[in-house]
T-cell receptor, first 110, second 114 residues
Framework: KAGVTQTPRYLIKTRGQQVTLSCSPI?????VSWYQQTPGQGLQFLFE???????NKGNFPGRFSGRQFSNSRSEMNVSTLELGDSALYLC?????????FGPGTRLTVT | AQSVTQLGSHVSVSEGALVLLRCNYS??????LFWYVQYPNQGLQLLLK??????LVKGINGFEAEFKKSETSFHLTKPSAHMSDAAEYFC????????????FGPGTRLSVLP
């Protein structure tokens, strides 16, 4: 089976812009979670989607949003980017309490 | 609520020496416990997991971990370190109810000295 894929792998944006990241889960996995990883804050949970519904949400501002499509692919969007949003964004798909991670999208905000 | 602490943000061992990475958790519900490894510029790879049953779990690359409920610990060990083990290791906890989100520890960077 193909693993979790994330696109794009690298992204550079300017403050105030918005960005959309994409995640394709492992075939058959219906749950997709998103995490933000930074050197200072570590891995922080953003949200989880299951069957197109947001099931869990972390403690992030409303600028961070996501959605899931009927084929389980997921997107996350960050609006009005801030310098502090520079991070590695990781997507994980899960089945039976195991999470499988993609390679991440490295977002740099200048 | 759940939380994870990992003692030591950086651990150095010599090649061939024992690897011991510590993880303690708190959870208000019976936990599922995980260890992940992350190599530079890559995502996280599952090393091993504890859900139910045997408390000593074996994972990939010769790693194992023991769930000790009385100590709320899930320490990761490997008898003999290899240079390729140098990476960042994360312990994580989730509830047993499907959909409860993972909580990750801050990570421990393992260096292996020749």
């Amino acid at each position: 089976k193909a693993g979790v894929t994330q696109t794009p792998r690298y992204l550079i944006k300017t403050r105030g812009q918005q960005v959309t990241l994409s995640c394709s889960p492992i075939s058959g996995h219906r749950s997709v979670s998103w995490y933000q990883q930074t050197p200072g804050q570590g891995l922080q949970f953003l949200f989880e989607y299951f069957s197109e519904t947001q099931r869990n949400k972390g403690n992030f501002p409303g600028r961070f949003s996501g959605r899931q499509f009927s084929n389980s692919r997921s997107e996350m969007n960050v609006s009005t980017l801030e310098l502090g949003d520079s991070a590695l964004y990781l997507c994980a798909s899960s089945l039976n309490a195991e999470q499988y991670f993609g390679p991440g999208t490295r977002l740099t905000v200048t | 609520a759940q939380s994870v602490t990992q003692l030591g943000s950086h651990v150095s061992v010599s090649e061939g020496a024992l690897v011991l990475l510590r993880c303690n958790y708190s959870s208000s519900v019976p936990p599922y416990l995980f260890w992940y490894v992350q190599y530079p510029n890559q995502g996280l790879q599952l090393l091993l997991k504890y859900t139910t049953g045997a408390t000593l779990v074996k994972g990939i690359n010769g790693f194992e971990a023991e769930f000790k409920k009385s100590e709320t610990s899930f320490h990761l060990t490997k008898p003999s370190a290899h240079m390729s083990d140098a990476a960042e290791y994360f312990c994580a906890v989730s509830g047993q109810n499907y959909g409860q989100n993972f909580v990750f520890g801050p990570g421990t960077r393992l260096s292996v000295l020749p």
